[in-house]
């Protein structure tokens, strides 16, 4: 099975021009694979091509294990890479101002399901809650409420999120008419309507106790966070012990490290001269050392300049993202190497369908 992801956050009247025009404002819209067979882009849609018989015996597990990078060649014989660690991160924060500290005035749920049923009575258990913190955990958006339970939001194949109404600073506006994949819509009490539109319906939410924390299962079988306390050179130790894979491979395993895609998967080897071909299991202490400063490195570099897009992504302030500007290889294949006095070209090699871009003069 494959999955498409579009991630879009949408906010009305950031500025005089837009409330004038009445038209939205895009945060974040990024075309994306989590999994499954390659799709062909062609007259702006997708269609699968060769679908594996793999079977799905628990289809949340298998969505959180997959690789958070899947690229595949569009019309153009371009690939189209999926967003990362800082654009989901992103997305949270241009949710946060609408949601944290905020109570839900009405939830409204539309529908029974989407990639798998609703809990029951969720629009009753989100009515009058308050939005305690909203926080990520790899490509899932957490709330917590005071009621003691997280809500979970992943956005699947082609759904967004619209934050409509009246915001400190910008213009009032009149909600605007439901759409048709308009699926989960929240009224927060300051008069702000938070809406979930999925037109594939391959999106997500799940109510658990946050009490479970971990323990859900879409989350419990997830590595720990690349930017968090647990994430260093010694779990990288311990996780790339005897293994036979490829260094790449393992870091975009989930299990191994959360949240991780091919972009800074490559970015990151490049500025630890780590070959993407190495074995994982014969990286020596000192250049494990150097991965997991550099894994850290590049994301917070990702994520001050608003994340990476390959398509027309915006942040919050409504600036477009810049990061890709910066990459050192990623598709930057015959391009000169950046590594002072190297003197190589990056290459492109294809490694599980996977591109991956690297110098071989300077990574080893």
Known sequence: MTLFVRLRLVVHGKGPRQAQRGRPLTLLRVDARAM???????SGQFHPTTISRTSLRDPCTRLATAPVARYTL?????????????????????LEPAMTGRIIARA??????????????????????????????????????????????????????????????????????PEKH???????????????????????????PTAEGEGHKLLSVLGPEPRGNGFG????RDRFAGKRSPVKAALLDQRIVA????????????????????????????RLDRLADAIRAVLTDAIEAGG?????????????????????????????????????????I??????????PACQR
Not at 124 to 136: M, S, W
Not at 182 to 189: K, S
Not at 233 to 236: G, K, P
């Open 233 to 236: 050179a010694f779990l990288l």
């Open 36 to 42: 499954g067979a390659p799709f062909l882009r062609q």
């Open 182 to 208: 308009d699926h989960v819509v929240f009224d927060m009490e300051d008069g702000t309507r938070i809406t979930f539109n999925d037109a594939r319906r391959f999106g997500a939410m799940d109510l658990f």
């Open 308 to 348: 990476s897009s390959l398509r027309d992504y915006r942040q919050a302030d409504g600036e477009l993202g810049y990061f890709q500007h910066s990459f050192a290889v990623y598709g930057q294949e015959g391009a000169s190497c950046r590594t002072l006095g190297c003197g190589g070209t990056v290459a492109r």
């Open 350 to 359: 294809v490694q599980s369908g996977r591109s991956s871009f690297y110098c």
């Open 74 to 94: 569009s019309a153009d014989n371009r690939e189209v890479g999926m967003p990362e660690l800082p654009e989901v991160e992103t997305v949270r924060r241009g």
């Open 108 to 177: 409204d749920v539309r529908r029974p399901d989407l990639r798998w049923p609703f809990p029951e009575r969720m629009a009753d258990r989100l009515t009058g809650a308050r939005v305690e913190r909203l926080r990520r955990r790899s490509k899932y958006i957490l709330a917590d409420l005071d009621r003691g339970e997280t809500l979970l939001i992943h956005l699947g194949m082609s759904g967004r999120m619209i934050i409509a109404g009246h915001t400190p600073g910008a213009f009032h506006h009149t909600h605007p008419a």
């Open 259 to 286: 949240g991780l895609g091919n972009i800074y998967v490559c970015e990151a080897l490049w500025r630890a001269g780590i070959s993407p071909k190495r074995l994982a299991g014969r990286i020596g202490a000192a």
